[in-house]
């Protein structure tokens, strides 16, 4: 039986945390592991998460981070923590907010399965028979960066930021450096696999799954000072992986 773990960053999510939405699901997929990874937050989430373990047992996991490290470093410890647990053959991370909803982890997961891929990561794209509704002015911002990021890797890549991405826990060595940037580590990553396996590789292995589902939640963490800092950490970016 192939087994998955997904990664959920949180820090101060105590209002936003949807225990319904994870109770359904793991009631649904009964392969599929919870982790979730506390960022040091200084409301009662780790609270919250220590009650709803206590009903899953195993399924549900918390791990501690001794201070606030940012999403990053956050996603990056538990990952690596995730993957000590050698039941695991696939392994992800998911934004606390459920933006995009659970019930798209085993379309992702059927794209490693089925189809070969090793990450697979989620795309925000606007099509007819999708629901992805997002503020203008931020689609905006994202194409641009998008574009910009697509440049830098020197792959097609439509969406770097959509907080779903899964892969092989066989390529838990992308996660063992600390990430230089917080809130792009998602563009480093991919990145690293592309420094390793060559843009060939990186073509042949990674897929973009085009979610069906994605809705903008309020009490974003990113703030107009980290947005600002952008253009910055993409050129940090480039220095160090081109």
Known sequence: MQKACIVIPCFNESKRLDFNAFDVFLKSESTIDLLFSNDGSTDNTAKLIENFQTKH??????????????????????????????????????????????????????????????IAIGSRMKRLGAVVERKTSRHLLGRIFSTFSSIILKLPVYDTQCGAKLFRADLVFLFEEKFITSWLFDV???????????????????????????????????????????????????????
């Not at 939640?217 to 993409?234: A, H, N």
């Open 57 to 118: 047992g195993s399924r549900v996991q918390l791990y501690n981070m001794p201070v606030n490290g940012g999403k990053a470093e956050a996603v990056r410890c538990a990952v690596l923590e995730a993957c000590k647990n050698k039941s695991y053959q696939f392994i992800g991370f998911w934004d606390a907010d459920l933006a995009t909803p659970l019930n798209e982890i085993p379309i992702f997961l059927n794209q490693i399965k089925d189809h070969s891929k090793k």
């Open 188 to 242: 480093e990553l991919i990145a690293r696999y592309r420094n390793k396996f060559g843009i060939q590789g990186a073509l042949n292995d990674i897929v973009e799954v085009p979610v069906n589902a994605w809705i903008e939640k309020g009490g974003s963490k990113l703030k107009l000072k980290d947005m600002i800092k952008v253009p910055l950490e993409l050129w940090s970016i480039r220095k160090k992986y081109n």
